[in-house]
């Protein structure tokens, strides 16, 4: 008889999974708490966008739907900084012209993910279904459906929590004795705007270059901008809830409209120029907020376990949360098919991403700094450049962070440690090099003379 799971959550990390899990012969039960999206159709309401790039890629590649998924996608192989004055500069990504990041619809990618996962004939997807509790032993799930009330009750060999940032199923882990949570809000909320398409133009229907991740870093606050395939741009600005007394640059101050626009004037306004709907934009649209969340462990009685932002929520500043989800869907499918006991796969999938997702934590929290102190400094730049170049002489010794975490699957954590080598090898030849130089135009000057 076929293994039944519940998958809690058909958000991007549950519809992967159901899809891995039922080819792989399990009879998969996938319970999402909204209605089915189905019904609206993706392209309705605003565009908003995730950067997927190499691990998530290949993570949809393993189910098949990579081409689907790219045939709507924007490559953006480089950041296009903007100034105050409206002067652009273009730092590509990497050295390597093929590498790029990938603009996507979340909606789309949702969408063809929830449909590949319903097709299947082991796949059973049910929505308006809010998981409510786990029996003791988590051998069923309690769901209330959020239309009618009625609380349903299933059982199951394994649970999986893909229930998102504010998961219920860790909520109910949280309460056992020996597990850890540690929760971190960022001190900045975000707040999407939009730049709509153009008729005219050099870059039409786009109204800036399409291929770029574009930020307008301004010193402890930031704005960036990807493109849709409708030619719009969705720009979210990053800013502080609570404004420092130096700088009137938060959401606690900059509340309403007009406030907002003379905000713009100021600092963004080439973007401000590309808004007609600002007003509205700024007036309708939430600040959202950002948290970062560590547990241990990801599960409970050898029965339920965590994937995705349930298990680790992560500040978006490296475009890897979903990526990082994905790669829990990969590491999850393929301990279960490794070791027919469920506790121990569970064991191994723990131990195979903990460490990883610690990682990219903190190098997404590391790279929110970098986006919006850093990038406009010259100094940045001579940095990436010669990044670049060491990455260019020695290839396999010397690979920048960002190549290693956007463009290989190379472990988050090997990753992060063989960064911080490289740094320390970077800050030597910072060093190192000009004392040389020095030194031989000195002795050559010696000679000379
Ligand atoms: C502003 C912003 C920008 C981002 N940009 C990027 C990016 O560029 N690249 C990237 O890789 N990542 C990005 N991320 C992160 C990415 O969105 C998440 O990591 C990803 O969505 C996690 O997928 P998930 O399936 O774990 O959770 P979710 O996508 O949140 O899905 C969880 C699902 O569970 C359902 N659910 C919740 N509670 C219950 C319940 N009690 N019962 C039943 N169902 C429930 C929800 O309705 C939802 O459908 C960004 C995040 C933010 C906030």
């Avoid at 209605?35 to 190499?54: F, K, T, W, Y």
């Avoid at 409206?86 to 949702?110: C, K, T, W």
């Avoid at 990053?238 to 003379?262: C, H, L, M, Y």
Wanted: include cysteine; aromatic fraction near 8%; charged fraction near 20%.
């Amino acid at each position: 008889m076929a293994k039944r799971v519940i998958i809690i959550g058909a958000g991007l990390a549950g519809c992967l999974l159901a899809i891995y899990l039922g080819r792989a012969g399990w009879e998969v039960d996938l319970r999402e708490r909204r209605g089915d999206p189905r019904e609206r159709g993706h392209v309705a309401g605003r565009s908003i966008n995730l950067a997927i790039s190499a691990r998530g890629l290949k993570a949809l590649r393993r189910a098949g739907l990579e081409e689907a998924i790219l045939q709507d996608a924007i490559r953006m192989p480089g950041r296009m900084i903007h100034s105050r004055t409206g002067e652009l500069v273009f730092q590509n990504y990497s050295r390597d012209p093929a590498h790029a990041i990938q603009s996507i619809s979340r909606s789309m990618l949702n969408l063809i993910l929830l449909n590949a996962a319903a097709a299947q004939a082991s796949v059973r997807v049910t929505f308006h279904q809010r998981c409510a509790a786990l029996n003791a032993m988590c051998s069923s799930v309690s769901f209330v459906d959020d239309r009618t009330g009625i609380e349903t009750t299933a059982t199951t060999d394994l649970i999986v929590g893909a229930d998102g940032a504010f998961s219920a199923i860790r909520g109910i882990m949280y309460k056992n004795e020996g597990f850890d949570y540690d929760q971190r809000w960022l001190s900045h909320g975000y707040k999407e705007m939009c730049i709509p398409p153009v008729v005219s133009g050099a870059h039409a229907p786009f109204a800036m270059n399409p291929n770029a991740l574009h930020i307008w870093p301004r010193g402890g606050s930031m704005m960036i901008a990807l493109p849709n395939p409708d030619g719009s741009f969705t720009c979210t600005l990053f800013w502080p809830q609570k404004s420092s007394e130096a700088q009137g640059n938060g959401f606690d101050v900059i509340r309403d409209a007009t406030t907002a626009r003379a905000h713009f004037v100021r600092e963004y306004p080439d973007a401000l120029a590309l808004m007609p709907t600002f007003d509205a934009d700024f007036t309708t649209n939430p600040v959202g907020s950002m948290v970062t969340v560590r547990c241990n462990p990801w599960s409970m009685h050898g029965r339920a376990v965590l994937i995705g932002d349930a298990a680790h929520a992560i500040v978006p500043f490296f475009g890897q949360g979903a990526n990082a989800s994905f790669e829990d869907c990969e590491a999850l499918a393929d301990a279960l098919a490794a070791h027919g006991d469920t506790s121990r796969a569970i064991t191994a999938y723990e131990g195979a991403r903990k460490r990883n997702s610690d990682a990219i934590a903190d190098m997404a929290l590391n790279n929110f700094i970098e986006m919006r102190d850093k990038t406009a400094s010259s100094l940045f730049r001579m940095k990436k450049k010669l990044e670049h170049f060491l990455n260019g002489i020695a290839p396999s010794l010397f690979i920048p962070r960002y190549d290693m975490v956007s463009f290989s699957t190379i472990p988050y954590a090997d990753a992060l440690e063989r960064s911080r080598t490289q740094e320390r090898v970077l800050i030597a030849l910072s060093v190192a090099v000009p004392i040389a130089v020095i030194a031989i135009a000195l002795l050559a000057w010696k000679i000379a003379w």
